[in-house]
């Protein structure tokens, strides 16, 4: 699962794409906006793969990708049918996702997970 956070960090930190996206979706300071996701994206990666805060790092990344799937694939307020259904797509991968970062938190949480550099924060 980290991996798509890694390969979507770095791409939000590396293609200029991204801004241009992020100002049709109506963003207010697409640049800082997409920088600073990036960033976060690539922070809860490394959160969850060293096992730094992994419970807090997980539910981070959860919140970044409700964040995300609510401002970026709101498909219900597309007329295009079909950017309706990429949107679509994309919001019901991170809603999944979500799912497995909640499983995830909570496994994490209050243990002392084996292959973890500190406990879970919760």
């Known amino acids: 699962m980290v ?41 809860g990666a490394a959160g969850i793969i060293l096992g730094i805060w992994g419970d807090l790092a997980a539910l981070l990344s959860a919140l970044l990708l409700l964040i995300t799937s609510i401002t970026m694939h709101n498909f219900w307020t597309l007329e295009d049918p079909q950017a309706k259904q990429v949107d679509q797509i994309m919001f019901m991968k991170n809603i999944a996702m979500i799912g497995g970062l909640l499983v995830l938190a909570w496994a994490m949480a209050g243990t002392e997970a084996p292959l973890t550099i500190t406990n879970g924060v919760f």
């Open 3 to 43: 991996l798509v956070f890694i390969q979507s960090g770095i791409s939000h930190l590396t293609q200029d794409g991204m801004v241009g996206y992020a100002q049709f979706k109506k963003i207010p300071n697409p640049a800082l906006a997409v920088r600073l996701s990036g960033v976060l994206l690539l922070a």
